[in-house]
């Protein structure tokens, strides 16, 4: 079978760890990453995150509603709730999934798009990501962890025109 390349791959905040975790695997003309980090408990502390659990056995619907205020994003979905396995599951890969990009070279144009208010994942961890993968271009953006769409849509096509040039 053949492997399919997509011309752009877009992840955010989970998604986009889960990218730089398997940039060796990834086949694609660019990789555009909103909120990536490398380790979250190094922004979020583990103590708060296993406090998320335990909100999550007392109050699934107020944990919920929590994350989404805290990510700009709206009211967001109850249907999460009745979802709370796979949301524990998450939090405990978020306390122990880590990315070593030490000596990682990766030829795909990466752009790092990042809310400088962002109240989940600060910025300082897609600066961290530019220690080692320098030839990214990063876009500090006067969001918070969501950013809409056009403004993903504006940066994503300014730098495909650069690109052209």
Known sequence: MEKKEWH??????????LCLKNLHRIRAR??????????FCAYTPRQRVLKMKAGLEKNPRALVRWFWRMSSTGPG?????EETGLLR???????????DLKGVHCRIPI??????????????????ILEYLPHACYFPVPWG?????DEIMKI?????????L
């Open 111 to 128: 752009i790092l798009i990042h809310g400088v208010h962002d109240r989940i994942v600060p910025a300082r961890a897609s600066e961290k």
């Open 145 to 149: 962890h969501y950013i809409p769409e």
């Open 89 to 99: 599951a998450g939090l405990d890969f978020l306390l122990e999934s880590r990315v």
């Open 30 to 39: 660019r990789l555009i990453l909103m909120a990536p980090f490398l380790d």
């Open 8 to 17: 752009t791959l877009l992840a955010w905040s989970l998604g986009a760890h």
């Open 77 to 81: 979905d109850d249907r999460l709730i």
């Open 156 to 164: 994503g096509y300014e730098e495909k025109d650069k690109d052209q």
